[in-house]
């Protein structure tokens, strides 16, 4: 797709003040208001969990390269499993979309200079800090070896790790997902522009805004099972451990109930990022808007209602099992509504596929494989055979990293111009985003099959007969790795050497279009007034750009 810049080369020229601009100094940067900085800071963060959780993917492939525990020992193994789903889950799936494209993206897309409450929004960062160096400071004095679902009573008789201080800067960090989700609500709620009607929200905001629910009413949940754990530990209160009178399913029913709707505060954002990817490059009105708003806070409250489903082999009441079975059957129904909303979009759209477009469709693939399988698990008789094995494993992993991974990385892309002003280059993430879907499923595939045969999860060790899958299975990994460090390597370089992007190089509706690029430290010269849908093209099929801009202009009036 061309720059706007190169083909309306008379449209109006903004000053260069901007976000970025505004204060260069470190106590500039740490003590903003600035939602748009605040979410640059995050991005840096979020950054290097992955990048430390990656390397703990890594060291587990590499360990089961060989049937036998040669690379790292059993409970060194152990420790890496388990703080590779630390990290990856609590400090960086969970936030990442939220805290990054939708603290920089929300107030722009309704009309608003800032979040509601932006002293909340840099104490939310605070707090995500100060629990990701609690936890990080716990995993390189001892780590934790009880599994990232802290099951008791591992996390309480078994383990003599630092389960209490990384289990502290999870509940430290739960407060920072907490301040952002009801940050997300009252923004939403009183600051949007005149004619922002809530059913002219793009729908990247109403995925955030069912999100944010979840994070208020299941966070506390988590938190308070953490601090019951402490309370057992140190006050041998018998809680959850059997040895001290306790009751483990307990501990489970309260994890699950919290860990389940986190699942959709990992992908309810990835869906909204989706949403907007697939309309846009269709150059279409989204297929059955209103479907695909309701879907997301469907997702959000049905979301609370299966967390039996992780319990089938627990023993629990098989009456209860046959109820979360239903109820999982069910939860699949709006997820379904907006995967065929997205491809009766693209049905006779003018696709252009560009690098974010590429990984939309990417999503629109994987994540079908990973919804499936969740059937699978859902049914009590499968979830019987397949419990505790690989199948897991790769279902886990093609929802979140098939769904949200990709989706964040789409999104990254599509918004990428409006956060720097630079264009990156699209040959080279047209590359990476290739790579990430072949080496995702040369990693993960096998994995269902190595499930389905019967192999365990968390074992550094296991039968010679299924070395060949888990070959495969590191060799995609390496192929992965590869597409998922090619962006930070093109993308930092087009913060140096890349083209200007324009303030609409897709040339697309959408408020957050209608400001410079970068955004100044107030978004608009001038409040807004939406005048049309935010999805309102009025594109048809063939469309030169002469006219596609033509007919986009009027989306808002200043």
Known sequence: MQNADAIYPDQPVYPKDNYLSNGYTLKSWLLTKDHKRIAIMYLLSVSVFFLAGGLYASAIRLELLTPASDLLETASYNKAFTQHGILMIFFFLIPSIPAILGNFLLPLMIGAKDLALPRVNLLSLYLYWIGGALTVWALLQGGVDTGWTFYTPYSTTFSNSYVMAVGLGIFINGFSSILTGLNFIVTIHTMRAPGMTWFRLPLFVWAHYATSLVMILGTPVIAITILLLAIERVAQVGIFDPAIGGDPILFQHLFWFYSHPAVYIMILPGMGVISELISNFSRKKIFGYEFIAFSSIAIAVFGFLVWGHHMFVSGQSIYAGLVFSFLTMVVAVPSAIKMFNWTATLYKGSVSFDTPMLYAIGFMGLFLI?????????????????????????????????????????????????????????????????????????????????????????????????????????????????????????????????????????????????????????????????????????????????????????????
């Open 370 to 558: 990973g919804g499936l399988t969740g059937l699978f698990l859902g049914a009590i008789g499968l979830t019987v055979h397949l419990t505790d094995t690989y199948f897991v494993v790769a279902h886990f992993h093609y929802v979140m990293v098939g769904g949200q991974v990709i989706a964040y990385l789409g999104g990254i892309h599509y918004w990428w111009p409006k956060m720097t002003g630079k264009m990156y280059s699209e040959f080279w993430g047209k590359i990476s985003a290739m790579l990430v879907f072949v080496g995702f499923n040369l990693t993960f595939f096998p994995q269902f099959i190595l499930g389905y045969q019967g192999m365990p999860r968390r074992y550094a060790s296991y039968p010679a007969e299924f070395q060949v899958l888990n070959i495969f299975s590191t060799a995609g990994a390496s192929v992965l790795g590869v597409g998922l460090l090619m962006p930070v390597v093109y993308l930092t370089h087009s913060l140096f050497f890349g083209r200007n992007a324009g303030d609409n190089p897709w040339m697309l509706p959408g408020l957050e279009w209608r400001t410079s690029s970068p955004p100044p430290t107030l978004n608009f010269e001038e409040s807004p007034v939406v005048t049309w849908e935010a999805y309102e093209f009025g594109i048809e099929s063939g469309l030169d750009l002469d006219e596609a801009r033509r007919r986009i202009r009027p989306t808002v009036v200043s």
